[in-house]
């Protein structure tokens, strides 16, 4: 069945519509180019510079490769529909949609979790860093979480695609989401809200709190570092790693986990958009570009 993205309820002058889809095209089309350049980059960094095989940088190769997948599954189709003026998605499509878009944010929960780990041993356990982060077992850590998320979602997909879709077929959303999605079914869907709720606590809450508390013994590590300068240093890295964690887990929450009334709405697709394209956009720049290796890796490689 073809659904459709919903328009908004206010009545504006053609000639302003027109204006304010235009920039809207223009600006998501920079956000999408800047991304998947930002993330295919290190991503290709990370595969063929010899000095960038490391147990931190397989990690953010990882999360920079789901970041260009993330941002993929849904910006050309929003682009397209602000380009074409077409907001209809099929039915398989839009599942489709929410199926990737819900794996890929669960793996992400998983893989920021496993980074805020690796750097906990390199800071606070250096000298058996390299004997518990081999090979084998960052390919073993990075894998778990691309299985544990696929895997997951699984289940409220089983439950989702039992559900009867019938009536109204207008999604109040710009892509397909959870809970917009299962709005448009005209079956009870109070078990398959809990059965929501429930997952994504489990998904975000302890990767969230496993990721503090190894933010919180570095932090305790760093302050034993004599040198100011150095301190400093660390200090800007993490809060900069804390900045990202913050808003993506921030905004997750708000989306799934607080009660879903009117008023509240139009802040949950806020936040949508804000854990959709600041993530991908701000990961590279956080985690990799500002680092010192990367921008080495950089030159030589374009040969500056």
């Keep these: 069945i073809p659904w459709q993205y919903c328009s908004s309820s206010i009545h504006l002058p053609g000639i302003v519509i027109v204006y304010a889809t235009t920039l809207l095209f223009f600006t998501f089309l ?23 095989h490391t147990p931190m940088y397989f990690f953010l190769g990882n999360l920079s490769f789901l970041e260009a997948c993330c941002s993929s599954n849904i910006f050309p189709r929003m682009l397209s529909a602000l380009l074409t003026g077409d907001r209809t998605i099929s039915f398989s499509g839009c599942f489709t949609q929410w199926y990737l878009f819900g794996s890929l944010e669960a793996t992400e929960c998983c893989l920021l979790c496993v980074m805020s780990y690796d750097r906990y041993l390199a800071i606070c356990k250096p000298l058996h ?42 999604m109040d959303h710009y892509f397909c989401e959870y809970f917009p999605l299962i709005k448009q079914s005209c079956s009870d869907t109070t078990l398959l809200e809990i059965s929501g709720f429930i997952m994504a606590f489990i998904l975000t809450t302890p990767p969230f709190f496993l990721t503090l508390t190894s933010y919180a013994y570095i932090i305790a590590a760093i302050l034993k570092i004599p040198s100011t300068t150095g301190r ?46 600041l993530p991908p956009l701000v990961n590279p720049f956080v985690y990799s570009l500002r680092n010192k290796e990367v921008k080495e890796a950089v030159k030589n490689k374009i040969g500056c």
């Design 232 to 277: 400093q240093k660390a200090f800007s890295t993490c809060s900069s790693h804390l900045i990202v964690v913050s808003v993506f887990y921030g905004s997750l929450m708000i989306v799934y986990m607080i009660p879903r009334t009117e008023v509240k709405r139009n802040v949950q697709k806020f936040s949508s958009l804000l854990y959709t394209v």
């Design 129 to 170: 860093y390299a004997v518990i982060m081999k090979t084998s077992t960052c390919i073993q850590l990075a894998a778990v979480s691309w299985i544990n998320g696929f895997v997951t979602v699984n289940i409220l997909l089983a439950f989702m695609l039992q559900m009867t879709f019938c009536g109204r077929n207008e």
């Design 30 to 52: 920079a956000i999408y180019i800047v991304t998947i350049s930002g993330n295919i980059l290190i991503v290709m960094l990370v595969v063929f510079d010899k000095h960038l």
